[in-house]
């Protein structure tokens, strides 16, 4: 059952190696990859959580505001990018006993409406994996789109 620490494992700073497909909704359409890096914080005694992801080669920052409902029992992550400086919908969910972390929301790509869904896996110490999946047919199919791998920064 998730709870408001579930997220503590992403605090503190991060690279972050990127590979998102061109077209979001196009598995054949080729991948870019990227570097990056992430630094995140605690809120709400855990409750919260707000990261920053920094693109250095490409210009742009994108942050990351989670909020835990203790009510529900459940996440909202909310995404915006310096690119737009808009706050897009969020995808909600939890992480199960597997320790694997699912959300799902509904937003637009190119026109269309499509089902989100972020996965959050490969959690440890030093590493941690998100993904992010488009279905434009209400969740029979997905396209994953982006895939973030995070390791802790080598310390000297």
């Keep these: 059952m998730s709870g408001p620490h579930d997220f503590d494992f992403l605090h503190g700073d991060w690279d972050v190696r990127n590979r998102r497909l061109v077209d979001f909704l196009d598995d054949r359409g080729g991948w870019e990859e990227f570097p990056a890096t992430g630094r995140c914080w605690s809120l709400f005694d855990g409750a919260a959580n707000v990261d920053e992801l920094t693109v250095p080669g490409q210009g742009w920052k994108g942050l990351t505001l989670r909020l835990f409902d203790p009510e529900a029992r459940v996440w909202s992550l909310n995404w915006s990018s310096s690119r737009s400086g808009k706050l897009f919908p969020p995808v909600t969910g939890a992480f199960g006993s597997d320790g694997r972390g699912v959300f799902h929301g509904d937003d637009t790509y190119g026109g269309k ?33 982006w895939v973030m791998e995070f390791t802790r920064p080598a310390t000297s």
Excluded: P
């Excluded at 030093?126 to 396209?143: K, Y």
């Design 113 to 145: 409406d499509v089902r989100v869904r972020f996965v959050w896996s490969g959690i440890s110490a030093g590493t941690a994996r998100w993904e992010q999946a488009f279905s434009v047919d209400g969740g029979n199919t997905w396209v994953t789109n």
